[in-house]
């Protein structure tokens, strides 16, 4: 298995520790405790927002969240992006003024979990948008959701926390995690903008529910397939439809569901080759997500 541009970096440990607990016959035990930690992101001289998080990649989360929710449109120039370690905050630089003060008087909270606010229109960007043409084989699905849940991750060691990856035919190239799965998605945002990456050849698979916030994040991304092992919402099935993106969910083992964008699947696994249902996977924590 070929590993990933960037990863969590396991070797750190300020991303989780030890807490002594009692199990349910009373034994004492010790097991590994996700940490999360406010970021406090910036956009040159107003505080945005403060988001709860596992501490890894700020630049990267403030860049994509920024991105995501639209305080960075197309022609604004980043002339900077700087985390204080000691203040934990990130502040972005823009050569010209932002219309952001405007998005702030209005938010909207979403489904998700840590950070799951919205600022503005969360349609806004989107009007008459589609997505662009792509493949999607599934023999690509079958092996990403192999690679992706043997992968060595805090979800496997510590659970109680969401991954995204951002992927290209049965590769996996960005994988990124926190507390939240808007967190994870916007840290591979801002790794795509900052190194100009494409997402029109992409495959953005999450952990997560894939819900309004998650379709509307990876259209903003111009991601056209995105997928998961967990469900649905109506709405952000409703959403991949409109956009033209192919929605994949449930996706385990031998088995997935498409509800949108099914014209892009070209069904060349052979099955036999797919075990039924992953042993030694991200089931591991499924209680804690």
């Known amino acids: 298995m ?7 970096d396991l070797s750190r440990e300020d991303l989780a520790r030890p807490i002594k607990g009692f199990d349910q016959t009373g034994a004492e035990v010790e097991i590994r405790v996700v940490e999360e930690r406010p970021l406090s992101i910036w956009l040159n001289s107003r505080e945005i927002v403060t988001a709860m998080t596992i501490g890894d990649y700020p630049e990267y989360l403030a860049l994509g969240f920024l991105r995501n929710q639209g305080m960075l449109p197309e022609g604004v120039e980043v002339t900077g992006v700087d985390y204080d370690d ?4 990130v502040v972005v630089r823009t050569r010209e003024a932002t219309d952001f003060e405007e998005k702030l008087k209005r938010r909207t909270r979403t489904s998700g979990c840590a950070m799951g606010t919205v600022f503005g229109d969360m349609m806004e960007g989107l ?3 589609k997505m662009p043409p792509a493949e999607l084989r599934t023999s690509w699905l079958y092996a990403l959701s192999h690679q992706i849940n043997r992968m060595p991750s805090l ?6 926390i969401h991954g995204t990856v951002l992927c290209q035919k049965d590769h996996p190239l960005v994988y990124m995690e926190d507390v939240g799965r808007h967190n994870a998605v916007d840290k ?16 953005l698979y999450t952990t997560g529910r894939l819900t309004s916030e998650m379709v509307i994040k990876c259209a903003h991304m111009g991601i056209p397939v995105l997928a998961s092992r967990s469900g649905f919402t109506a709405w952000g099935a409703s959403l991949a439809q409109s956009l033209g993106m192919t929605l994949i969910g449930r996706l385990r083992g031998q088995r997935f569901v498409c509800l949108s964008g099914e014209e892009r699947l070209i069904r060349d696994a052979d099955l036999s080759s797919v075990s039924a249902e992953e042993s030694r996977s991200r089931r591991k924590g499924a209680q804690d997500e």
């Open 127 to 129: 009007e008459g948008l």
């Open 2 to 8: 070929k590993a990933p541009l960037i990863a969590p």
């Open 188 to 203: 591979v945002a801002g790794w795509m903008y900052r190194e100009g990456v494409s997402g029109a050849d992409k495959i």
């Open 86 to 89: 000691f203040s934990e905050a």
């Open 155 to 160: 979800y496997l060691e510590a659970g109680a």
